[in-house]
């Protein structure tokens, strides 16, 4: 006899989620010069795992790839993660297609850290926007699992 299981997303985003922040950015950039100034700016190592690269299937069964950036702080276990959210014309979140990137932070105190960040990065002149983005906006949040 088989038992069925199933997978809980509601409870799988709460955990993910949980102690997060998101900040949308807008920047003409392209992710790996993107995140090459992030690593400057913040005195970060933002790097590419390609293995965690987020694919999407659109409608007409093309595979699209997402690529995402780590870093996780030395001293304080503090994880940041760059989604680039545009691939070709697809977008990884529709209901933010303006947004070019998701910085998420998980910290102790996120949204302390995203306020000071987003201070930081609209003195960038190569950022045009950036803001906190509150989770409850995001109705695909699911694609940001990895």
Same mark, same amino acid.
């Given at each position: 006899m088989s038992t069925k299981m199933t997978l809980n997303v509601a409870a799988m985003q709460e955990e993910f989620f949980s102690d997060t %922040? *998101? @900040?949308? #950015?807008v920047s003409? &950039?392209? /992710?790996?010069?993107?995140c090459w100034m992030m690593n400057? +700016?913040?005195?970060? !190592?933002?790097?590419?795992d390609a293995e965690s690269d987020i694919c999407i299937?659109? +409608?007409q069964k093309q595979e699209h790839y997402f690529p995402i950036y780590k870093y996780? /702080?030395? *001293?304080?276990?503090?994880?940041? &993660?760059i989604y680039k959210l545009k691939h070709d014309k697809e977008s990884l979140l529709p209901e933010v297609k303006q947004l070019d990137? &998701?910085?998420? @932070?998980?910290?102790n105190s996120p949204e302390q850290d995203a306020g000071e960040i987003t !201070?930081? &990065?609209?003195? #960038?002149?190569? =950022?045009? *926007? %950036?803001? =906190? @983005?509150?989770p409850e906006r995001l109705k695909n949040l699911n694609h940001l699992i990895v």
């Open positions: %922040a *998101l @900040i949308g #950015i003409a &950039l392209p /992710a790996y010069r993107f400057e +700016t913040f005195d970060m !190592n933002f790097v590419r299937q659109d +409608t996780c /702080a030395p *001293l304080n276990g503090n994880k940041f &993660l990137y &998701l910085w998420m @932070i998980q910290s !201070n930081y &990065l609209r003195g #960038i002149p190569d =950022v045009q *926007l %950036a803001q =906190v @983005i509150m």
